[in-house]
């Protein structure tokens, strides 16, 4: 087997994983949010689970799925067999959801060679390709060394230099209904509003049922909003959809990007009308 496999795209099609399952250094990561896994739980061949809540976020921290430190990730990573020369495919029980959490964080602790399974889980079994019960048994520990991109993520410190920043486009994937303020925050007690000089793109308007649209597609609708040579900071309600986004952008060769880690629901919380 290929051991120096470089995967040529960020997303990759049931049909090319399937093809691959062989593939001696792929590590497949289940990165569905909430699942619980047991005995009886489902997954693609030797998928191993991702756990973005309990694992792969501060938990000690005010706010969601926030950003873990380097040490965490770092042994974490290596708890589910991940190296350095690994290929990663990532999915999620939705189509396009969590699993692009999953991509940003690794992209941001230094580890390219990964991809979002396009469709995820819905197109693995809307082709009919087996399912198979986790393997809950020891994983052999990893070797992968965390190599810290400060810049793929922001804070709301860090927030605050890009909202008044003529170069910067701040993009909220929330709803229109929520961006517009016509309804209220899923999350108790949470205000409505949004990020000064933000706009709106649904992470929604990104997908056709559980796939990213076509490259063309998600181009145009990037090329009605922004330059190639903007810096586009992505906000959600979390930190989770909006790395759909950044999926999205990245695919159509925008390079210049950046998650705002807490999103409207840190923003809204430490900011007043």
Not at 137 to 143: A, C, L, P
């Amino acid at each position: 087997m290929n051991k120096s496999l470089k995967l040529a795209s960020d997303l990759v099609s049931v049909g090319w994983l399937h093809s691959n399952l062989q593939l001696e250094n792929l590590v497949i990561l289940d990165a569905t949010i909430n699942k619980k896994i047991d005995d009886d739980s489902l997954c693609i061949r030797n998928a191993r689970f991702f756990d973005i809540k309990g694992k792969f976020s501060d938990l000690n921290a005010q706010f969601p799925s926030t950003l873990p430190n380097e040490s965490q990730f770092e042994s974490e990573a290596q708890a589910l067999g991940i190296n350095n020369d690994s290929v990663i495919v990532v999915y999620d029980d939705r189509g396009i959801y969590s699993s692009a959490r999953a991509w940003w964080l690794f992209k941001t602790f230094g580890f390219n060679n990964i991809a979002v399974l396009d469709g995820g889980l819905p197109e693995w079994k809307y082709n009919n390709y087996r399912l198979s019960n986790f393997n809950l048994s020891n994983i052999e520990t990893g070797n992968f060394l965390v190599k810290l991109q400060p810049s793929l993520m922001t804070d709301f410190n860090g927030l605050q230099s890009y909202i008044n920043d003529p170069y910067a486009v701040i993009i909220d994937a929330r709803s229109s209904d929520r961006f517009s303020c016509l309804v209220d925050e899923p999350r108790k007690g949470l205000r409505r509003g949004t990020i000064p000089n933000s706009i709106n793109i649904p992470y929604t308007e990104l997908l056709n049922k559980n796939k990213l649209k076509p490259i063309e597609e998600l181009s145009t609708i990037f090329n009605k909003l922004v330059k190639k040579e903007s810096k586009l900071v992505f906000s959600c309600g979390s930190g989770i959809t909006a790395c759909i986004l950044a999926l999205g952008a990245k695919l159509c060769d925008y390079n210049n990007l950046v998650v705002y880690d807490g999103s409207w629901t840190e923003y809204g919380t430490l900011t007043i009308k």
